[in-house]
């Protein structure tokens, strides 16, 4: 089993960088695909990206594409999102999640473990 715990969040204006991290823990995850997801007020859970760094793929939502990039330490099991050009649209708790699977998928329900969520919050 592994866990997860974000960090990272906070308040910034429209164009500013933030960048999270989710520190892995339990068993060895390079096997597993590491997402972020985002979940807005009274909207669903989406996908933001993902990484399974031991082939080297990752993917990136349509919306973010361009602005955030997600990428990982495997010595320091730790995956992180780099979040620059930050839109108020982004306002979000973003949640870590592992899917211990070779498949890839951005259904947030196929992800087998969840962190807590990290608040970000984007100001105009």
């Known amino acids: 089993q592994v866990q997860l715990v974000e960090s990272g969040g906070g308040l910034v204006q429209a164009g500013d960088s933030l960048r999270l991290s989710c520190a892995a823990s339990?068993?060895?995850?390079?096997?597993?695909?590491m997402g972020w997801f985002r979940q807005a007020p009274g909207k669903e859970r989406e996908f933001v990206a993902a990484?399974?760094?031991?082939?080297?793929?990752?993917s990136h939502a349509d919306s973010v594409k361009g602005r955030f990039t997600i990428s990982g330490d495997n010595a320091k099991n730790t995956v992180y999102l780099q979040m620059n050009s930050l839109k108020p649209e982004d306002t979000a708790v973003y949640y870590c999640?592992?899917?211990?699977?070779?498949?890839?998928?951005?259904?947030?329900?196929?992800?087998?473990?969840w962190g807590q969520g990290t608040q970000v919050t984007v100001s105009s």
């Open positions: 999640a592992a899917r211990s699977s070779v498949i890839f998928t951005t259904i947030p329900t196929t992800y087998d473990t």
């Open positions: 339990g068993r060895a995850f390079s096997s597993y695909h």
């Open positions: 990484i399974r760094w031991s082939v080297g793929y990752t």
